[in-house]
């Protein structure tokens, strides 16, 4: 039987320079890829409450969250033991207004900016590409 699909929220950090929308990506902590902050729901938090809570947890930024999702994507999420467990991650926009020197998670992950078509190739997952290119658009 095939394992049922777990639910996650992300916040897709970004800012205007020059022009051109960036994107922050940050490391995840066991393979090093770069991936936007991301988790599980958190109880009696709204799931956008809970992807800014993530952004401020994993890149040390807060701003400005939409409330409505800019759209989901699907992974399969290594656990501990091997075992992938399969998501569906709802993705929050989150202007970025300020970044913190000191965070929570800053010893565990590298976070960098990156023009939105280079953060779209440099994310593994197809559905995640797709939102950051049309974000971008």
Known sequence: MAAR???QVAALCWRRRKGKV???LVTS?????WVTPKGWPLPGLQDVTAA???AFEEAGVEGHVR???IGHYDYGKRLAGGEVQPCRVTVFG???TQEKKSWPEKRQRKRKWFVAEAAAKKVDEAGL?????YFAS
Request: proline content about 0%; charged content about 60%.
């Open 52 to 54: 800014r809570r993530e």
């Open 5 to 7: 699909r777990k639910k």
């Open 129 to 133: 590409k797709q939102i950051i290119s």
């Open 67 to 69: 409330k409505r999702s």
């Open 29 to 33: 902590r066991e393979t090093k890829r």
């Open 22 to 24: 960036e994107v922050l």
């Open 94 to 96: 989150l202007e970025v």
